[in-house]
């Protein structure tokens, strides 16, 4: 077994992908730690939309490192969490459902190493140009769409 850690920066089309052993709080404070170290260290805030599971919390920040280096991180992030049953909002879920398709297939790939060479061979085939996400899902289309979880406010 495996865990993917996927970010997607939509305006840029780069694509960041961490294999871990699995999918803990502490796994994802080390790869949130990353995307604030490495990925956007110049960053006053990075807006981060994704699932609401329970390792995708600030407090797994403050479980992880010390207090002072918990709330530097967390003081970069600005999080929006998709509602349940449509993660297919959160594109980094398209960014998974492209890397299977792409690069995993449903193929069984025997050892993290080869499926970390698999990944990062699949990145480095996007890096000259990476696809643009041209997200066209409105706030109108939201509310059709997903009306039970939104409701309209009338206004008389």
């Given amino acids: 077994m495996a865990s ?14 961490k294999v871990t052993e699995r999918h803990t709080k ?3 404070a080390l790869f949130i730690r990353d995307l604030v170290d ?23 920040l ?3 490192f010390p207090p002072q280096e918990a ?15 449509a993660s297919w909002l ?10 299977s398709r792409q690069c995993l297939g449903h193929r069984r790939i025997p050892t993290m190493e080869k499926l970390t060479k ?8 996007r ?7 041209n997200w066209q899902f409105t706030t109108s289309d939201a509310r059709i769409k997903l009306r039970r979880l939104y409701p309209s406010l009338q206004t008389g």
């Fill in 26 to 28: 502490k796994d994802w």
């Fill in 38 to 60: 490495k990925y956007f260290p110049e960053a006053d805030t990075i807006t981060l939309v994704m699932d609401n599971l329970s390792t995708h919390k600030k407090a797994a």
């Fill in 4 to 17: 993917l850690f996927l970010l997607l920066e939509p305006l840029t089309g780069v694509c960041h992908v």
């Fill in 118 to 125: 698999q990944v990062n061979a699949w990145l480095r085939s």
């Fill in 90 to 99: 959160n594109m980094a879920e398209i960014g998974f459902n492209i890397l």
């Fill in 127 to 133: 890096q000259d140009n990476p696809p643009v996400v």
């Fill in 62 to 64: 403050y479980e992880v």
């Fill in 71 to 85: 709330k530097r991180i967390a003081d970069k992030l600005d999080i929006h969490f998709t509602p349940k049953h």
